[in-house]
């Protein structure tokens, strides 16, 4: 499985997501601009020593990032999704695509792809879930749906 950060800004955040990258065997992808320095220690002391056992990937910029990865499948995550994250259609070595913090993903972006953005639902009283939160529960989803690997 990838899991993709579009500009993300907030160091413990994708510190917590290459942990989970690191416990999953995950590939994260960090698509540039980010909000920090990659040595940044925020982001290292969530990632605590996990970080050697982090397949990290950095894409100077989304269109660099579809370059590379194309075809895919690529899959996105956003509160302006359509379908719940239950209804993605997971693939060994798809691509899970999330937006920045504050402003999520790109709207011609979404558009472009609606028929493959979902959501993590919310009932209660808050506008968005951290985005470390939101990742975990799909990226945990998609391996649960294709059996887990071998071990797991």
């Known amino acids: 499985m ?6 993300p800004e907030i160091p413990p955040n994708t510190g917590n997501v290459a942990r989970l990258c690191a416990a999953t065997g995950s590939v994260l992808h960090l698509v540039h601009p980010l909000g920090f320095r990659i040595d940044d220690r925020h982001l290292r002391r969530a990632g605590l020593d996990y970080w050697p056992h982090v397949a990290v990937r950095e894409h100077e910029s989304l269109a660099a990032f579809f370059r590379v990865t194309a075809p895919g499948p690529h899959l996105f995550f956003s509160a302006r999704g359509g379908r719940p994250y239950t209804e993605a ?16 993903l790109p709207a011609d972006l979404l558009s472009a792809h609606r028929e493959r953005t979902f959501r993590v639902p919310i009932w209660g009283r808050v506008r968005s879930l951290n985005l470390a939160t939101a990742v975990g529960i799909v990226v945990y989803d998609a391996y649960r749906r294709l059996g887990f690997p071998a071990g797991a």
Do not use: R, S
Not at 2 to 7: A, G, P, Q, Y
Not at 89 to 100: Q, W
């Open 2 to 7: 990838n899991v993709v950060l579009v500009e």
């Open 89 to 104: 259609p997971v693939a060994d070595g798809a691509f899970l695509v999330f937006g920045k913090e504050a402003t999520g």
